[in-house]
């Protein structure tokens, strides 16, 4: 079978361009409007809608948008100048509200889109004459879709309306929201079922299709985003089990796309990734709000080396000093930023003299063209599933030798000294260590604003930072747009 890529979705998406539009979540085309009996009788159809809803599930070009908001709303990212600058004046300052165009246009609207397109393989697939296993795996694809963004939406808004079938008489527009247990059995249940029929992590070889691997690790996302300690403990023994899945020895070239899945099978740490390529649309553009300004090459990472063909916004997209001053001066995981460059010049620039001014190079493309930077960024490891394990062991039994192994394993692969059980403390102490290693591992991949929420500090941080920041604010609101299409749907408190 060939690689799934986006560009094979693209070409599987012709059949359906004239015969499915780009509705919000309320504004849906009923299911008898672009004749399922003929688009999805065949497996070629089927994979077509299949293959509409994972464009929509890849996050493209806005990964930089996830990256930032999750890290300029925290004590990791910063950003000035320019446009993106104004775009993320509301999160550096804690002053969105329900009109903010991330909210729709990155959070909700694609995410419904994805749902759409797996709801409408759900309703119509009975119907189709495609061979039952082929069928049965298609379901389980679309059910993981499914249950990834209302995942996804979750760490966001709360909860949101669960739609589960295009059928408008099944489920009306005007859809209300769900109690938090309906929602989350919901969820849980889906990615459970979808584990079921998914293949394993080795048996699938179209790269960016759902495995068990990616149900099992989104599963564990959730859960312990909702604090469900003894499932995440289940869950995550559940993907180690499948015995796929393993640290990459070189922390920094993990990164590099050589190294992505699709292009290095032995890259085995990747478990669920954004697919990006040197086309726009489709590319990772963080990198280039992150080059400092006449940026050419940096001391520490001399493989890395600006071109001409690369851009280099004025926007300067950086990082917050306390931060990087929190990693060991050993830890090779620093080695991806820079606080000093050689510039068009030669000369030898100090970013530091700039507060809060060093730099990300953790998704650099040598091969980057114009804006369109090729770099995958991941959006689970098998780093993020032992950390999560080690979380969710010490907070239920304290730090354990089991827990304290798990962190090693991604201390001992940065270079740092490893805990041994007396070095530890609390729990409540080795709960802030893991924070901290989640911090140094996973900066600029979008995870710190969910792990200073989980952990009660998101808030309080930004307060301490000086920023007005209420508790209500551990939420997004929903966006307005939805609000006044739909009348069942309350907006969350303190947003109105």
């Known amino acids: 079978m060939k690689n799934y890529n986006l560009k094979l979705i693209i070409c599987l998406l012709v059949t359906l361009v004239t015969v499915m539009s780009c509705e919000t979540e309320l504004d849906l085309t009923p299911v008898d409007e672009f004749a399922p009996e003929n688009v999805l009788q065949s497996q070629a159809g089927l994979e077509t809608l299949l293959f509409s809803s994972y464009l929509a599930y890849n996050m493209g070009q806005s990964v930089r948008d996830e990256i930032l908001i999750n890290e300029v709303t925290t004590d990791v990212g910063y950003v000035r100048i320019g446009a993106v600058e104004n775009e993320m004046r509301p999160f550096l300052n804690f002053n969105w509200d329900q009109s903010t165009g991330q909210f729709a246009s990155l959070f909700w609207t694609p995410r419904y889109r994805a749902i759409r397109d797996a709801n409408t393989l759900l309703d119509n697939i009975e119907k189709s004459s495609a061979d039952e296993d082929f069928k049965k795996l298609m379901v389980a694809e679309a059910r993981y879709i499914r249950a990834f963004e209302y995942a996804y939406m979750y760490k966001y808004f709360g909860v949101v309306p669960l739609r589960t079938s295009t059928d408008l008489v099944v489920q009306p527009k005007e859809l209300g929201l769900p109690t938090e247990e309906e929602f989350l059995t919901f969820v849980e249940t889906e990615f459970r079922e979808a584990a079921t029929d998914l293949l394993s992590p080795a048996q699938q070889n179209q790269t960016g299709r759902a495995t068990k691997g990616h149900a099992y690790g989104a599963l564990t996302k959730f859960l312990m985003n909702t604090k469900q300690w003894g499932k995440v403990v289940d869950v995550t023994q559940e993907l180690m089990d499948l015995n796929h899945y393993e640290l990459f020895p070189n922390y920094r070239a993990t990164f590099f796309i050589e190294n992505e899945p699709q292009n290095n099978p032995n890259n085995k740490e990747i478990i669920i990734t954004w ?14 709000g992150a080059f400092p300004p006449a940026f050419r090459t940096s001391s520490n990472i001399p493989e890395f080396a600006w071109t001409t063909s690369m851009a280099n916004w004025a926007t300067q997209f950086s990082m917050r000093d306390g931060f990087v001053d929190s990693f060991d001066p050993n830890d090779d995981r620093k080695q991806t930023i820079i606080q000093n460059y050689f510039n068009a010049s030669g000369v030898l620039v100090n970013l530091r003299t700039t ?24 959006y689970l490891r098998y780093a993020d599933i032992l950390l999560c394990r080690a ?11 089991e827990a304290i192994d798990l962190v090693n394993l991604v201390r001992d692969r940065a270079n740092v000294n ?17 924070l901290d290693e989640r911090g140094w591992e996973f900066f600029s991949e979008g995870k710190r604003r969910e792990d200073l929420i989980r952990h009660g500090k998101f808030i309080d941080m930004a307060r301490a930072r000086g920023l007005n920041a209420e508790a209500h604010e551990v939420y997004f609101p929903y966006p307005q747009a939805e609000i006044n299409a739909n009348p069942a749907l309350d907006q969350r408190e303190g947003y109105n």
Do not use: M, W
């Open 391 to 401: 979380e969710a062991l010490n907070e239920i039994n304290g730090p354990t030798q």
């Open 418 to 434: 490893t805990y041994v059980l007396g070095d530890v403390g609390s729990k409540d102490n080795f709960r802030d260590l893991i």
């Open 275 to 288: 697919s990006l390529t040197n086309e726009l649309g489709f590319n990772n553009d963080y990198q280039n």
């Open 355 to 378: 507060p809060d001014n060093s730099r990300s190079l953790k998704y650099f493309d040598n091969n980057q063209i114009g804006n369109a930077c090729g770099a995958d960024t991941p």
